[in-house]
Structures are given as structure tokens and as C-alpha cells.
Nanobody, 125 residues
Framework: QVQLVESGGGLVQAGDSLRLFCAASGRTFSSLFMGWFRQAPGKEREFVAAISTNGASTYYADSVKGRFTISRDNAKNMVYLQMNTLKPEDTANYYC??????????????????WGQGTQVTVSS
């Protein structure tokens, strides 16, 4: 079992930055492929970013590429999502997710076995 706890969300203005945190426990963190997803009211959950087990490979949705950066610290069992130049359309509940080490289908929620409860990000215009 893996437990994931997100934090760092909040209310910001367009153009501001936020950093999201995901703390993991319960299983060897370095063997987990990690991802961030988000879900806005009335919309489906969508992929945001993902990172391989050793952090060497990162993946991003086109909508956040160049603005968001995913990273991890395996010594601290932490994953981060640095979000810059935020837009109102980034408003959503952001979820941290964990799964097996494969990089296949990183963009699909079904490949992740563990999920956090989410942290709300609201960007005002």
C-alpha cells in the first residue's frame, strides 16, 4: 500500500506561481512512477505531468508544457509540481498518483494504482 498526501494548493491570481507537494509513504518510493492529474468541476480528470522512478524522464500535457515542472526527491519521498504563469483555466483539484515503474501509458489515470485526496488550486483572472 502507498499513501499519498498533497499540499500547497491555494487561491492565486493569473500570472502567479504555486508549488504543489506530494508526500508518499508505505512502499519503496524510488520504485514508483509518479504523476499529477487535475479535475475541474464538471470535467473529466486529466493528465498534467509525470516523472520516472529516478527522475530522469518527465512528461507533460501540452496545456502546461513550458509552465509547469515536475520533480522528485527520492531521499525525502516527495514529488513536486512547480506551476508558473498560472491561468484561470488551471483552476482544478490537483491529485498526486503513483504506480508501477513502467513508463507506458503515463497519461492515463488507469495505470496508476494509488491516489491522494487532492489539493485545490484556484486561479482568479
Amino acid at each position: 500500500q502507498v499513501q499519498l498526501v498533497e499540499s500547497g494548493g491555494g487561491l492565486v491570481q493569473a500570472g502567479d506561481s504555486l508549488r504543489l507537494f506530494c508526500a508518499a509513504s508505505g512502499r519503496t518510493f524510488s520504485s514508483l512512477f509518479m504523476g499529477w492529474f487535475r479535475q475541474a468541476p464538471g470535467k473529466e480528470r486529466e493528465f498534467v505531468a509525470a516523472i520516472s522512478t529516478n527522475g530522469a524522464s518527465t512528461y507533460y500535457a501540452d496545456s502546461v508544457k513550458g509552465r509547469f515542472t515536475i520533480s522528485r526527491d527520492n531521499a525525502k519521498n516527495m514529488v513536486y509540481l512547480q506551476m508558473n504563469t498560472l491561468k484561470p483555466e488551471d483552476t482544478a483539484n490537483y491529485y498526486c498518483a503513483a504506480g508501477g515503474p513502467s513508463t507506458n501509458y503515463y497519461y492515463t489515470s488507469r495505470r496508476y494504482s494509488y491516489w491522494g485526496q487532492g489539493t485545490q488550486v484556484t486561479v482568479s483572472s
